[in-house]
């Protein structure tokens, strides 16, 4: 376990062997969260690396047909159920 110590502004080094474990870059952004009195840091993960990282889904799916009257959408507004003032 490492300790670390809190400065008079209230910042801490994250220690060099934490952010290797956690793939830390300078100015990446980390969560931080408390659970039974413990700190938990969890990096942010930019959303484009997502991409890709489920292979084998297929990505063809077909358009809803568009036009004036698509399914739903000539349908004339729903009566409201609640009587008229």
């Excluded at 100015?27 to 700190?39: C, E, K, L, P, Y």
């Excluded at 993960?45 to 489920?54: C, E, N, W």
């Excluded at 698509?70 to 009566?79: L, R, V």
């Amino acid at each position: 376990m490492t300790t670390v110590s809190v400065s008079p502004k209230f910042q801490v080094v994250i220690p060099k062997d934490v952010r290797r474990a956690l793939n830390l870059q300078a100015g990446q952004r980390v969560d931080i969260r408390v659970v039974g009195g413990q700190a938990i840091l969890e990096p942010q993960v930019d959303i484009r690396s997502l991409r890709g990282f489920l292979p084998g889904i297929s990505t063809d799916v077909p358009n809803d047909p568009e036009g004036v009257c698509w399914p739903g959408g000539c349908d004339p507004a729903p009566e409201p159920f609640w009587p008229a003032p």
